[in-house]
């Protein structure tokens, strides 16, 4: 077929088989297709990911070539670029952090675990992966950034700002510019957090796609203070596979947890001794502890062995794909797999029956699973659902699986899709769901078929 006779909506159409296999979405849902032009010499695009860390990329642009060119176009022109997201949307008392798109968090539950050389070759792997990328040591104790770094320097002001110091292209605020390697820092919880915000607000950090901060070991007054001045995209928890950290980690993330800071990943460090004759390796630390947490956590953590630089690619895409997938939320409607399903709830419960209502709440269930912790709420109510074995409780566990869907179209800034309507009973006290134009109430159905009032 020459290009001339193509239209942009068959291109499109070919390219929505290309699939993106982590956020599991075609490229162009996800909005990955830009400057598309067809003309008589052929097709050419832009396939812009949202980080330049995506292992991925060489496939989809083959992948992408490879359709288009079945539509009998002779020469595909496909450019990659990326353009990194942030992956919080501002809230009230914690802005946005000026300069920076993605703040995440490095942690441990316990000292001497390594976080520090993660945090570093974090910063370092994504930088040399094409992200601009910054690192605060939060650490105030221990400020063992410029060690790792072989960086000595004494922090700069344009006169307005403190000026970051920089090496290996990577911006870098650290309390051990301040004070000599002798010198202890023995502060109370207001003073460090007068320093944490000092460090965030007062630094003037410069387009950056992410900001690592290493935080202190442990579950004290810094992460709190972190949680309470800016938005955090997700924290990386580091830990050594015996009990004893295991232990102190299961509250970490906790604390991430309850600082409603999502956690994206847990680092085994330290798992083994390779031998530096025969490669061969011993676990004389145990083994396996930190992917076992993981696996308790479900499918929202995700677990790094050993400290060599392939973990920390793995380690890099963990991270990339967890932002990009909370991004693809903030930007996308709810899903059609979802919404399907649940208005033929509304509509089974409506008429006063269950009929389906357990196939499409299990469904529900596994379209929510990759919306990630914002929709676990959703994920947990259409599970109840699923199992109601009246209806009564069917219409129970309804209402809070219709309240858990509008709080997360809130939460992830989610646009509903324009003919979905939100309606209220003021009898239940419970939201709903419907595209018809009149109410049809699913908590009393004949009964009070009426009752109800639309809110959007």
């Not at 460090?199 to 950090?205: A, C, E, I």
């Not at 309850?258 to 676990?283: D, F, R, W």
């Amino acid at each position: 077929m020459p290009a001339p006779t193509l239209s942009a909506e068959t291109v499109l159409a070919a390219l929505r088989a290309v699939v993106d296999p982590d956020l599991r979405k075609d490229i162009v849902t996800l909005g990955f297709v830009k400057n598309l032009q067809i003309d008589d010499h052929g097709v050419a695009f832009t396939i812009e990911l949202t980080t330049p860390a995506c292992p991925v990329k060489d496939r989809l642009q083959e992948q992408a070539r490879a359709v288009v060119a079945a539509l009998g176009v002779s020469q595909v022109d496909v450019t990659m670029t990326a353009s990194v997201r942030s992956a919080t949307a501002p809230e009230h008392g914690r802005p946005p952090l000026p300069g920076v798109k993605n703040v995440i968090a490095v942690g441990a539950g316990k000292g001497g675990v390594g976080k520090t050389t993660v945090a570093v070759n974090l910063a370092v792997a994504l930088a040399k992966a094409g992200s601009k990328v910054g690192i605060l040591d939060g650490d105030m104790y221990g400020p063992n950034v410029p060690i790792m770094l072989g960086l000595q320097a004494e922090l700069q002001s344009d006169g307005k700002r403190i000026v970051p110091a920089e090496k290996y292209g990577i911006q870098i605020v650290s309390m051990g510019f301040m004070t000599t390697d002798e010198t202890p820092v023995i502060w109370r919880g207001p003073m460090l957090h007068g320093a944490v915000q000092q460090f965030f607000r007062d630094v003037g950090w410069r387009d950056l796609d992410y900001l690592i901060v290493d935080m202190p070991p442990g579950t004290g007054d810094v992460a709190l203070s972190l949680s309470q001045t800016v938005p955090v995209a997700g924290a990386v928890v580091v830990t050594t596979p015996q009990q004893v950290s295991l232990a102190d980690t299961r509250r970490a993330v906790r604390m991430y947890q309850k600082l409603n800071i999502p956690p994206l990943g847990i680092v085994e460090n330290m798992s083994y001794y390779a031998c530096t004759n025969c490669q061969h390796e011993s676990h004389i630390f145990g083994y396996g502890g930190g992917e076992q947490l993981a696996e308790r956590g479900g499918d929202r953590y995700r677990s790094t062995r050993g400290a060599e630089m392939h973990s920390v690619k793995r380690i890099v895409w963990t991270i990339a794909v967890s932002l990009l997938t909370a991004t693809a939320a903030l930007a996308a409607d709810l899903p059609k797999s979802l919404v399907d399903p649940y208005l033929r709830i509304q509509t089974a419960l409506a008429a006063d029956k269950t009929d389906g209502v357990a196939d499409a709440a299990k469904a529900i269930e596994a379209a929510a699973a990759p919306l990630g912790a914002d929709a676990s709420t959703v994920t947990s109510s259409a599970v109840k659902l699923k199992t109601a074995k009246t209806i009564g409780d069917a219409r129970g566990a309804f209402g809070e699986l219709s309240a858990a869907i509008v709080e997360y179209a809130a939460k992830a800034k989610v646009d509903l899709p324009a003919d979905l309507r939100i309606a209220y009973c003021p009898m239940a006290e419970k939201p709903w769901l419907q595209t018809e134009k009149e109410i049809k109430n699913p908590y009393y159905g004949a009964a009070m078929p009426t009752c109800g009032v639309f809110k959007k």
